[in-house]
T-cell receptor
Framework: ETGVTQSPTHLIKTRGQQVTLRCSSQ?????VSWYQQALGQGPQFIFQ???????GRGNFPPRFSGLQFPNYSSELNVNALELDDSALYLC??????????FGPGTRLTVT | QQQVKQSPQSLIVQKGGISIINCAYE??????FPWYQQFPGKGPALLIA?????SEKKEGRFTISFNKSAKQFSLHIMDSQPGDSATYFC?????????????FGTGTSLTVIP
């Protein structure tokens, strides 16, 4: 186990709704990255937070947003959910420039 | 555009055999190349990683071979075991120039037959 926790484990939402996913980083890690992993695909980078500021963003629309808190935990918010948003959402924590450690993920299903 | 290309998509190996998975990249700014193992319902777990200043790294039954001029790297699993059956992802990042973003391959589903 990596010490990175995510909640909830599973989530079912309806198209158009909003969702918030949570991540607690490993002790000593001040950087959190979020990834979307569609079924049968590799993780795709959404964005990264370092010391509460967004520190890089992948090719995702603005309806994907995030926060990082002073204790380095983080939230991923997705507005106006679409069917294609159904995926495993992974959080990874790290120190800058070092290896990332992934949590178990949140499985989001949009119906 | 896929920054890291991985092959094969799936692989079936007999117990005790060698599993080989290949990856190729284009961005010369990449300077760290990890391999991850993922079991169903779990997040990816770091298996082994290499930097481009060495051509090979070995940890137990797992070896990364790295060819900087060809921009290719591969994972070799020696004496493959049924417990190695999982999906394997290669990844790449360039900590100085790519915002710490890790780019992942599309994955290889490995099945080791007893």
């Amino acid at each position: 186990e990596t010490g990175v926790t995510q909640s909830p484990t599973h989530l079912i939402k309806t198209r158009g709704q909003q969702v918030t996913l949570r991540c607690s980083s490993q002790s000593g890690h001040n950087t959190v990255s979020w990834y979307q992993q569609a079924l049968g695909q590799g993780p795709q980078f959404i964005f990264q937070y370092y010391r509460e500021e967004e520190n890089g963003r992948g090719n995702f629309p603005p309806r994907f947003s995030g926060l990082q808190f002073p204790n380095y935990s983080s939230e991923l918010n997705v507005n106006a959910l679409e069917l294609d948003d159904s995926a495993l959402y992974l959080c990874a924590s790290s120190r800058p420039g070092s290896e990332q450690y992934f949590g178990p993920g949140t499985r989001l299903t949009v119906t | 555009q896929q920054q890291v290309k991985q092959s094969p998509q799936s692989l079936i190996v007999q117990k005790g055999g060698i599993s080989i998975i290949n990856c190729a990249y284009e961005n010369t700014a990449f300077d760290y190349f990890p391999w991850y193992q993922q079991f169903p319902g779990k997040g990816p777990a770091l298996l082994i990683a290499i930097r481009p200043d060495v051509s090979e790294k070995k940890e137990g039954r797992f070896t990364i071979s790295f060819n900087k001029s060809a921009k290719q790297f591969s994972l070799h699993i020696m004496d493959s075991q049924p417990g190695d059956s999982a999906t394997y992802f290669c990844a790449a990042t360039g900590h100085q120039n790519t915002g710490n973003q890790f780019y992942f391959g599309t994955g290889t589903s490995l099945t080791v037959i007893p």
